[in-house]
């Protein structure tokens, strides 16, 4: 290897860049998939929460899909798009604001680390919960 008169120690730092990019490129992998989790879970959330008020709708105006509890619960289940939800995560009550319906949907983290983070409790999955009552 030729080495350059002036700096003649260039050449031994041509391992130098494959140690970096080896030392960032866990780094910037964990919050790539780790900002891609989080946007799943927010959108998980927001579809859980439609479905909820959607549901809650229907059961108000007693629409033909929406008679009784359990019909509204099956509704709720198809209302959540991209999510297999069982009927029975979504709950449907009558109490004084109206036609209630509360969802619970056990969400699960791609990326493992997440189960370190302390708000999430130290599992690698969260709960999400939503309720939506409309008026009668």
Known sequence: MARNKHFPQAGDIAGAVAIEYAIILPVLLLALLGAMDLGRLFWS???????????????????AACQTAAATQSYAATQAYGITINASAFTVTTPACGAQVAASYVFDFVVPWFYAIPPFGGSNSVTLSTTSCYPT
Request: glycine share 0%; proline share 0%.
């Open 45 to 63: 959330y927001a579809t859980i929460a439609n479905a909820a008020q959607t549901a809650a709708r229907c059961f108000a105006i007693k629409a």
